[in-house]
């Protein structure tokens, strides 16, 4: 698994992650950052999330910047209402309901999943003909949100999955109540103070989509993380805050 495929740009006046390395897969795909909306501290700046508390008509203006970058009109940057679950939604359009994986054929449609230290992970087929995005916190990963999305493509050998920021081990403490779903994964639980541990969730996901039949070499992870809430929104850092979206799109 590589760590480093992420390329800092600008794309108008934001500032994103492009993951280049699916573009040879006919997909773009990137992640957003703090930086290049309109929204007021303590959403500052580019805050994509409709249910944290800012104010509506700034998050529609920051949605369509994005959708902009995408070149898609503002109504075909799909995203769902999440809740932490293990449902994938089939995206064709505009579409509304409740989902933590999204995937398209589509190739006027771009998808979203909004994360604030949760994983965001694009799934590409690597045959060109489809794209996913799920949003993937310790709950989604225990409930098999990435086995039920892997299953929406034709063989998961020829998928290949990047996994984007999250929260990093360091700081991410957990009780047994949680570490106590990841025991079997090697490497994910840390031993902390007292009954305390600390949570890999990227060594989870690669564990994962490997078991599911990703091929190892064909899963990297970008390298920032959300620690601290600087360059990405995080949830643990502060509160309120905004979201962060890794938005995909098949090319033409």
């Known amino acids: 698994m590589s760590l480093d ?15 280049t390395s699916l573009r040879e897969f006919g997909v773009d795909a990137l992640i957003t950052t703090r930086e290049g909306g309109v929204s007021e501290a303590p959403f500052h700046s580019l805050n994509l999330g409709m249910h944290v508390g800012d104010d509506s008509r700034r998050v529609s203006t920051n949605r369509a910047r994005v959708a902009a970058v995408m070149r898609v009109a503002p109504e075909r940057l799909v995203m769902m209402s999440q809740v932490h679950g293990a449902d994938v939604l089939e ?55 990435l086995a039920n999305a892997l299953a929406a493509f034709d063989d998961p050998r020829s998928v290949h999955a ?26 994910a639980v840390l031993a902390d103070a007292g009954d305390r541990s600390r949570l890999d969730l990227r060594a989870i996901a690669l564990h994962q989509l490997v078991g599911a039949g990703v091929g190892a070499a064909h899963v990297e992870a970008v390298r920032e993380v959300t620690d601290g809430g600087g360059l990405f929104f995080s949830d643990r850092a502060s509160r309120p805050t905004g979201r962060f979206a890794l938005v995909a799109r098949l090319l033409a």
Do not use: K, M
């Not at 495929?5 to 993951?19: D, I, P, T």
């Open 5 to 19: 495929v992420s390329l800092a740009e600008s794309r108008g006046a934001l500032r994103v992650l492009a993951l």
């Open 162 to 187: 990047i996994i984007g920021p999250g929260v990093s081990p360091r700081v991410y403490q957990v009780g047994p109540e949680v570490a106590d779903n990841f025991r079997d994964v090697p490497d």
């Open 91 to 145: 995206v064709e359009g505009p579409t509304e309901g409740e989902a933590d994986a999204l995937v398209t054929s589509s190739r006027d449609t771009a998808i979203a999943v909004l994360v604030a230290d949760c994983l965001p992970i694009v799934l590409a087929d690597t045959t060109r003909r489809r794209v996913g995005v799920v949003h993937a916190g310790w709950r989604g990963l225990s409930a098999g949100v």
